[in-house]
């Protein structure tokens, strides 16, 4: 006698469900990478770490304990200082932001990102807060200094004070006014700020670049 089955087709294997579900997460993107994909990195992995090893090998033959200790020693700080770079709020305060996080601040957020970015360059900032139009006064270790305005426009707006409210004399002509901005300044912007030989303009591309590591005094130095 027959047995009935309850099914009207056959039932696909264990296997093969997991190999559909594979194809379809990975469709969707929500699949890990696979292990071609993280090769390349992870001989480079070991690469290093075969390279460290041996290195302090040799340290230990021709000089003593003291080279394996010390290097040890040496890699634990800077992992432990890669660790705490990494996390959002540490990462923040040295200075360096990623392009969704500069957007999702409002002015006084943004101008305090550009303060902490100005002192991971080797600035001294003060931060002069204000509801609607903070600014920063900033002095580096040569005796320069910079006024920072956030605002979309290049030229100042009519009730706007002095970025510096207390400048030495003979000062005011020799300080460099950096205008931020989180999108793009309009032609005629930078054509009134080329004629002005003290204004800097720096619009989103050049902010976020900044952000990311690159230095201000390099930015510059490409917008001249």
Known sequence: MARLSWTSGPVPSRRLRKRHLVRRLRAEGRYGPRFRDVLPAFAGVVAVVCAVVAALTVGYHAVGPAVPVAGVAFLALAVVAG?????????????????????????????????????????????????????????DAAGRRIDVAFRPVAEPLPDEDLPHPHPHRGERDSALRLVVHRGVFSARDVRWAQREETIRLLDGPALRSWAAGTRLNDLLSQGN
Do not use: K
């Not at 959002?88 to 990102?113: I, K, S």
């Not at 991971?120 to 003060?126: H, K, L």
């Open 83 to 139: 660790v705490r770079r990494g996390r959002p709020g540490a990462r923040r305060r040295l200075g360096y932001y990623t392009a969704d996080e500069l957007f999702a601040l409002d002015t006084e957020g943004l101008a305090l990102a550009v303060a902490r970015m100005l002192r991971r360059d080797g600035w001294r900032v003060r931060l002069l807060p204000a509801p609607d139009r903070p600014r920063l006064c900033a002095r």
